[in-house]
C-alpha cells in the first residue's frame, strides 16, 4: 500500500515563499499523476497544481505564475514552490496520486500553509 509523507508548510509573511515536498513509500509502477490541492476552513478542496507522467503540468487560475510543481513520476515525489504568497493562500495543503493501474488516488494527510497579511 502506497503511503504518502508531506513536508514542508507552516507560517510566512504575504509576498513570501514556502516549498511542500511530498514523497511516496512503495510501488509507484503505474503512477500517472502528482498534485497539489488544499483546503481552506469552510470551502471545498481544489487543485492547486498537477504534473502528469508526460512532464505537462496544469495549475489553478489563482496560482499561475506563483506557484510552480516539479516532480519526478518515476520515484514518486512532487515538490511545490510557492512564491508571492497572499493571505487568501492559507490552507490545508494535500498531495494526491492517482494511479492509472488501478484508479485509485492515494492522499498525504495535508500540512498548514498560513499567509499573514
Known amino acids: 500500500q502506497v503511503q504518502l509523507v508531506e513536508s514542508g508548510g507552516g507560517l510566512a509573511q504575504a509576498g513570501g515563499s514556502l516549498r511542500l515536498s511530498c514523497a511516496a513509500s512503495?510501488?509507484?509502477?503505474?503512477?500517472?499523476?502528482m498534485g497539489w490541492y488544499r483546503q481552506a476552513p469552510g470551502e471545498e478542496r481544489e487543485l492547486v497544481a498537477l504534473?502528469?507522467?508526460?512532464?505537462?503540468?496544469e495549475y489553478a487560475d489563482s496560482v499561475k505564475g506563483r506557484f510552480a510543481i516539479s516532480g519526478d513520476i518515476a520515484r514518486g515525489a512532487v515538490d511545490l514552490q510557492m512564491n508571492s504568497l497572499k493571505p487568501e493562500d492559507t490552507a490545508v495543503y494535500y498531495c494526491?496520486?492517482?494511479?492509472w493501474g488501478n484508479g485509485h488516488s492515494v492522499w498525504g494527510q495535508g500540512t498548514q500553509v498560513t499567509v499573514s497579511s
Open positions: 504534473i502528469r507522467n508526460s512532464g505537462s503540468t
Open positions: 494526491s496520486f492517482y494511479f
Open positions: 512503495g510501488s509507484v509502477s503505474s503512477l500517472y499523476t
